[in-house]
């Protein structure tokens, strides 16, 4: 099956990832270094890199597949919360912490968002947090307090188009 060009060429590595901002490599690097990460907050507009850098830490985290959970959060409701994130961060994990990827998570409604606020409180000892938005002003601040924030720029139009051609 063919994949997406996106796809095909996304990085897996932090080598092949594209920085727009010293101070965000200069965290991931010592997040790496650490072996350990505070809840992320990534935002930017569409194909800045968000997704691709939340994966890249996990895998340079060495985070095992079980200990990982994805959810698109634009389709999430207070149901799928304590259905299925609930049940997931109460489970003993394997890895020394384990990780709830929110993709889009703008998109939670605002009963999900409150919802979500004392889970990953409670949960704090044992799971990290990595979401990704468009529009980080449409998270509650009592949820995004609870998260350490890194804007993704765009790449420059020269940048991309180096990078395109290097593809």
Known sequence: MRKLLAEA???STLDGYVFTSPELKTAVTRFIKKQEIPNLLLSGTQGTGK???SRILVSELGIQDIDVLTIN???MGVDDIRNKIEPFVKKMGFSNFKIVQLEEADRIS???QQSLRSIIEDSSDKVRWIATCNFPNKIIP???S???HFH???LPENELIDYILDV
Request: net charge positive.
């Open 9 to 11: 060429y996304r990085p």
């Open 51 to 53: 997704t691709t850098l």
């Open 73 to 75: 959060a634009s389709l």
């Open 110 to 112: 605002l009963a999900g």
């Open 142 to 144: 009592p949820l995004l």
């Open 146 to 148: 609870r998260f350490q």
């Open 152 to 154: 993704i720029e765009s």
